[in-house]
C-alpha cells in the first residue's frame, strides 16, 4: 500500500495567516492527489484533486501544488471557518490511502 | 446536484453483520463515469478506504486487503443504490462510515482515474453488545 504522510500534524495560526501544508506518498503517485477539509461531526469536503485543481465551489484561497510524491496545499487569508482538519489521499493506486490529518488551529 | 442518503442501523453485535445503504440521486449507480466507495473512519485507524463498484457492462469490485473476506458491496439498480455489507464483525469495526462518488477526473491507455468528489454524512456504527 502507499503511505500518505503530512506534516504537520498540528497547526496553529491566526485569523488572514496564509499557512502550508505538506504530503508525502511513499512512491510516485504522479497528480493523483486530493485534499480534504472536515468539520468535527460531518463528512470530508473535496477541495482539490489532480494535486492542483480546484473543485468547482471552492474559494481561491485554497490552492495545491507538487506532483511525484511530495505535494503542498496552501491555504492564504485565513478565516474561521477554515479551521479544520486537512487531509491528503492519493487515488493513483488500490486500496485509496490517506494521510493522518493535519489539524489546524486558531492561535 | 448529487447527493447520498445513508441509512442503516448504529449498532451491531460482535460477530454480527454490518449492513448499511447509500442511496444516490442526481447521478446513477449504473453510471459508466463513476465509482461508488466505502470508507470507515475511526480514531486508531483514521480514514480507511474499504472497498468500491463500478458498473462498466458488467460489475466490478474492489475490496481493501484489511476487510476481504469479510465485505460485500452490493448496488440495486432498481432503487439506485448502494450497499454494504460487512460480516463477522469485532469492535474494531466501530466507526464512521461513508459512501462515496468516485469520479473520472484522469486516464491513461491502461487506467481510469477516480477523485471521490462527493460523499454521504455518514453514519455512526459501533460494534458493541
Known amino acids: 500500500d502507499i503511505q500518505m504522510t503530512q506534516s504537520p500534524s498540528s497547526l496553529s495560526a491566526s485569523v488572514g495567516d496564509r499557512v502550508t501544508i505538506t504530503c508525502r506518498a511513499s512512491?510516485?503517485?504522479?497528480?493523483?492527489l486530493a485534499w480534504f477539509q472536515q468539520k468535527p461531526g460531518k463528512a470530508p469536503k473535496s477541495l482539490i484533486y489532480?494535486?492542483?485543481r480546484l473543485q468547482s465551489g471552492v474559494p481561491s484561497k485554497f490552492s495545491g501544488s507538487g506532483s511525484g510524491t511530495d505535494f503542498t496545499l496552501t491555504i492564504s487569508s485565513l478565516q474561521p471557518e477554515d479551521f479544520a482538519t486537512y487531509y491528503c489521499?492519493?487515488?493513483?493506486?488500490?486500496?485509496?490511502?490517506f494521510g493522518q490529518g493535519t489539524k489546524l488551529e486558531i492561535k | 446536484q448529487v447527493q447520498l442518503q445513508q441509512s442503516g442501523p448504529g449498532l451491531v453485535n460482535p460477530s454480527q453483520t454490518l449492513s448499511l445503504t447509500c442511496a444516490i440521486s442526481?447521478?446513477?449507480?449504473?453510471?459508466?463515469?463513476?465509482?461508488w466507495n466505502w470508507i470507515r473512519q475511526s480514531p486508531s485507524r483514521g480514514l480507511e478506504w474499504l472497498g468500491r463498484t463500478l458498473y462498466r457492462s458488467t460489475w466490478y469490485n474492489d475490496y481493501a486487503i484489511s476487510v476481504k473476506g469479510r465485505i460485500t458491496i452490493d448496488t440495486d439498480t432498481s432503487k439506485n443504490q448502494l450497499s454494504l455489507q460487512l460480516n463477522s464483525v469485532t469492535p474494531e469495526d466501530t466507526g464512521v462510515y461513508y459512501c462515496a462518488r468516485g469520479l473520472i477526473v484522469g486516464a491513461t491507455r491502461s487506467a481510469y482515474y477516480y477523485h471521490m468528489d462527493v460523499w454521504g454524512k455518514g453514519t455512526t456504527v459501533t460494534v458493541s453488545s
Open positions: 489521499q492519493q487515488y493513483n493506486s488500490y486500496p485509496y490511502t
Open positions: 442526481g447521478d446513477s449507480v449504473s453510471s459508466n463515469s463513476a465509482a
Open positions: 512512491q510516485g503517485i504522479n497528480n493523483y
Open positions: 489532480a494535486a492542483s
